[in-house]
Structures are given as structure tokens and as C-alpha cells.
């Protein structure tokens, strides 16, 4: 059974940086589209990044993003790590968020990480 644990989540202040990690377990990784979701306070679940599947160990597959992180936030792989990354720049309160990494096929998602953006 595929799992997805997040980590990297933390508090940092306006305009700082993080960077998010989803390490997946199974087989097969590169080949499956992969996801960030965040779930602010008070709002519905959201999709903030994705990256498709299909690329070779450590090729970066074509990216898109939502239009709030687009320039600021950025996704990348490493299929010889089963890991996927989101590279948050320029963080703002609104980014406050619990993250989620997710794998749509079979609608798998991880336990997600807290990110708190505050003076």
C-alpha cells in the first residue's frame, strides 16, 4: 500500500522560504502525476501545485500551479528518491496552510504539514 508522509512544515516570518518534502513508499513513483494541496483555516481543501509523472530519475516533469503561488512557489521530483518537493518563496500570512501531498491516481494523500507564516 502506497504512503505519503510530508515534512518540512514550520513557522516562518513574512518573505521567508521553505521547502516542503512528500516521501512516497511502493513502487513506480515516476510514473504517476503528483499533487500539493493546502487546506487553510476556515476554508475548503485547494490545489496549489502539480507535476506530471512519467519523467526519468530526477527529471522534473511539467508543472502548473495555482494562480496565488504561481512565481513564488515551485514543484519539482526525484524519482530516485520517491520524493516530491514544493519550494515555497516569498511567503505570505495567507500561505498559512496545512499542506498536503497527494497522488490522484487512486486518491492517496499524506497526513499533511502545519505551515504558519507570521510576524
Known amino acids: 500500500q502506497v504512503q505519503l508522509v510530508e515534512s518540512g512544515g514550520g513557522s516562518v516570518q513574512p518573505g521567508g522560504s521553505l521547502t516542503l518534502s512528500c516521501a512516497a513508499s511502493?513502487?513506480?513513483?515516476?510514473?504517476?502525476?503528483m499533487a500539493w494541496y493546502r487546506q487553510r483555516p476556515g476554508t475548503q481543501r485547494e490545489w496549489v501545485a502539480e507535476?506530471?509523472?512519467?519523467?526519468?530519475?530526477?527529471?522534473?516533469?511539467?508543472?502548473n500551479y495555482a494562480e496565488s503561488v504561481k512565481g513564488r512557489f515551485s514543484i519539482s521530483r526525484d524519482n530516485a528518491k520517491n520524493t516530491v518537493y514544493l519550494q515555497m518563496n516569498n511567503l505570505k500570512p495567507e500561505d498559512t496552510a496545512v499542506y498536503y501531498c497527494?497522488?490522484?491516481?487512486?486518491?492517496?494523500w499524506g497526513r499533511g504539514t502545519q505551515v504558519t507564516v507570521s510576524s
Open positions: 511502493g513502487s513506480d513513483f515516476s510514473i504517476y502525476r
Open positions: 497527494t497522488r490522484p491516481t487512486g486518491n492517496i
Open positions: 507535476v506530471s509523472g512519467g519523467g526519468t530519475a530526477n527529471t522534473d516533469g511539467s508543472a
